[in-house]
Antibody, heavy 122, light 110 residues
Framework: EVELVESGGGLVQPGGSLRLSCAAS????????MTWVRQAPGKGLEWVAN????????YYVDAVKGRFTISRDNAKDSLYLQMSSLRAEDTAVYYC???????????????WGQGTLVTVSS | QTVVTQEPPFSVSPGGTVTLTCGLS?????????PSWYRQTPGQVPRALVS???FRFSGVPDRFSGSILGNKAALTITGAQADDEADYYC??????????FGGGTKLTVL
């Protein structure tokens, strides 16, 4: 059974840093693009970042570029999101999720973790 | 700044059919990486529904279907049921490795 479990969320002051982790099980992490998606309280979903299977390509939404870094350790079945220079608007539930390949170049986000809440406040 | 557009809150009668759409404020939807649809109920994790390449996620009833209508992605729900009440989101590929979710459509069945 595919499972994604996030950890590392919490309360952090503006300007601070936090590292989120995602433990993957039930599948080969190294076979999938992975992603972080966030959801601010009462708001919609926002794609944050993607990372290729071997970590050689990473992409970010403009709002976090230069502040957040996505990484992975396939040997440890783990995905990470290093967040720095945090702002109040980064407050959200952060979901770790897997991109599944349907066919050809058609992908969807087929499995989601339960999410971890990050609150940026003084 | 490109935005992914979805309908404002929508309602459908029980047993009725509803089509939700998702488009780009500028440009065309990617044909290489078709959009996909997700549903989320309050307090729950989002779940995959369909791809507009007309694949349904495991366990999703065939009442849900995805397609492309003109330059928009469409999610059609036939025979709407009370437990279809949820927020529905699409995710669209913008190019250069960048994806974007639509703002979501809150669907009410009444």
């Amino acid at each position: 059974e595919v499972e994604l479990v996030e950890s590392g969320g919490g309360l952090v002051q503006p300007g601070g840093s936090l590292r989120l982790s995602c433990a993957a099980s039930g599948f080969s992490l190294g076979s999938h693009w992975m992603t972080w998606v966030r959801q601010a309280p009462g708001k919609g979903l926002e794609w944050v970042a993607n990372i290729k299977q071997d970590g050689s390509a990473k992409y970010y939404v403009d709002a976090v570029k230069g502040r957040f870094t996505i990484s992975r350790d396939n040997a440890k079945d783990s995905l990470y999101l290093q967040m720095s220079s945090l702002r109040a608007e980064d407050t959200a539930v952060y979901y770790c999720a897997r991109w599944g390949l349907i066919t050809g170049t058609t992908y969807w986000i087929d499995y989601w973790g339960q999410g971890t809440l990050v609150t940026v406040s003084s | 700044q490109t935005v992914v557009t979805q309908e404002p809150p929508f309602s459908v009668s029980p047993g009725g059919t509803v089509t939700l759409t998702c488009g780009l404020s500028s440009g065309s939807l990617s044909t290489d990486h078709p959009p996909s649809w997700y549903r989320q109920t309050p307090g729950q994790v989002p779940r995959a529904l369909v791809s507009t390449a007309n694949f349904r996620f495991s366990g999703v009833p065939d009442r849900f279907s995805g397609s492309i209508l003109g330059n928009k992605a469409a999610l059609t729900i036939t025979g709407a049921q009370a437990d279809d009440e949820a927020d529905y989101y699409c995710v669209v590929y913008l190019g250069s490795g960048i994806w974007m979710f639509g703002g979501g459509t809150k669907l009410t069945v009444l």
